[in-house]
């Protein structure tokens, strides 16, 4: 094994060097979580928050419930976008995040225009 890792080929025949975890190679990656079951978790969430929720061993809605919604935010691969749309799951299921405090929206930023 050198600096970079294993060489390896996937399944599809494309040559990559393995040096973690990684199931399957970083060409067929962005497809892999979409193509398996994403259980409970809505069909509109996007593949890198998938990967966030299940890289932190959270598979259920249950799961996610025992989570406040700044440490699920706080997730890599985690954006402000699927925020709602798992709220959204969790009231359906009557379920809610766990009490704390809720992240705040970031501002933005609006320039002034200068009088001439």
């Known amino acids: 094994m050198n600096a970079k890792g294993r060489p390896t080929v996937c399944t599809r025949g494309h040559r990559f060097y393995k ?28 593949a890198p928050a998938l990967r966030a929720l299940r890289n932190a061993k959270i ?14 935010l706080s997730l890599h691969g985690m954006g402000p976008s699927s925020m709602p749309k798992l709220r959204a799951a ?9 009490a704390g405090t809720r992240p705040k929206s970031p501002k933005t930023s609006r320039t002034r225009r200068r009088a001439r």
């Open 19 to 46: 040096s973690g975890d990684r199931p399957v190679c970083p060409r067929c990656w962005p497809g892999y979580y979409r193509k398996r079951p994403q259980g409970e978790f809505p069909a509109g969430l996007s």
């Open 59 to 72: 598979t259920t809605l249950n799961r996610l419930a025992a989570h406040t919604e700044a440490e699920v």
């Open 90 to 98: 969790l009231k359906a299921k009557k379920l809610s995040f766990k």
